[in-house]
């Protein structure tokens, strides 16, 4: 029974390989298709701005021209693969691994069925070869493993790096050929051949421009410390130093602290407690000045919600003796 199985799943897989390979192949060129006509309106336009002088719009837009040359390059391999696939479906069927003659190809597919999203039949593929080889297999072809062989060409057409300067200033020269045109290339040449500086080294050169204080040398117990001028940053880290120098293991004598450093480290460190403080102290009285304006403020508003209500009293009494009066009369 189980051979039987083995079978109609076999030809299972092949049925449904077949019918995605020629899917893709036909999805493939009409894609191919609507590209060609899409480039060909692409560089018309970037030949018009080569014209008006718009060189800085035109160098923009030759990357988008170099971008879609290399997507109709890898779906021209992609095509290619997918009919040598399809020639040996029944050769995948018959063995479990994958023949050699077909891993460039299958790895290939595997690795581009993710980032050619116009052709979701490459997924279905790719998902095929997945239950036939595993996961494994799948996994080395996506993550471009060392043992794994996916086309050169393909993964260099499929990625998203930035084109060169040279490959922008080869594409806008053909394309001023293509048209005709007597254009002088020197600006963008020049503009291809600034470096640009990147503003994230500012804050490294900020970083490495900050003085370092060296490693405290190792002393022997009867030299004396430096006598230097007072830094707080020079003693702590000479402090330290001297207690990294005392380990369990060492036999010679435990090195003294000097005494003015013990002062410095105390006055920075009493100075920094004192402040704090102060600040501390700062805020809470500038908090207690604040709660006791918003007292006052409450009391009068409420003073003068109480006066309304008593003048109002005042004239309603008022009111009802005229009206009580006025019968009368």
Not at 254 to 273: K, M, R, T, Y
Request: hydrophobic share 35%; net charge neutral; charged share 25%.
């Amino acid at each position: 029974m189980s051979l039987l199985n083995q079978l109609f799943n076999r030809g299972l897989l092949g049925a449904k390989c077949k019918i995605c390979l020629n899917l893709a192949i036909s999805r493939i060129k009409l894609l191919q298709n609507k590209r060609s006509l899409h480039l060909k309106q692409m560089r018309k336009e970037i030949a018009q701005f080569l014209q008006t002088g718009q060189e800085a719009i035109a160098r923009i837009r030759v990357e988008h021209v170099i971008r879609e040359q290399n997507i109709w390059a890898a779906y021209e391999i992609l095509e290619l693969f997918c009919e040598f696939i399809l020639a040996r479906v029944p050769i995948l069927e018959t063995q479990r691994e994958c023949p050699t003659e077909l891993q460039e190809a299958v790895a290939s597919i595997i690795f581009s069925a993710p980032r050619c999203s116009d052709v979701p039949d490459l997924l279905q593929i790719k998902n095929l070869f997945a239950a036939k080889y595993g996961k494994e297999f799948i996994l080395a072809a996506s993550e471009l493993r060392p043992d794994t062989s996916v086309n050169r060409a393909i993964i260099e057409k499929l990625s998203v790096s930035t084109p060169t300067g040279e490959a922008k200033l080869k594409q806008l020269k053909e394309i001023a050929e293509e048209y005709n045109l007597e254009w002088d290339s020197s600006n963008t040449e020049a503009e291809f051949s600034k470096k640009h500086e990147d503003l994230l080294d500012g804050s490294k050169q900020a970083c490495s421009g900050g003085t370092i204080s060296p490693a405290p040398s190792k002393q022997s117990p009867h030299q004396c410390p430096p006598t230097s001028e007072p830094n707080v940053t020079s003693s702590l880290t000479n402090h330290q130093g001297i207690q990294a120098l005392h380990s369990p293991n060492t036999t010679s004598k435990s090195l003294s602290i000097p005494d003015d450093v013990e002062h410095s480290v105390q006055s920075h460190n009493a100075g920094q407690v004192g402040d704090s403080k102060r600040q501390t102290r700062s805020q809470a009285s500038d908090i207690l000045e604040r709660a006791q304006a918003a007292i006052a403020s409450a009391e009068r508003a409420s003073a003068a919600a109480r006066a309304a209500a008593e003048l109002a009293n005042i004239s309603l009494a008022h009111w009802k003796l005229e009206e009580e009066k006025s019968p009368k009369a």
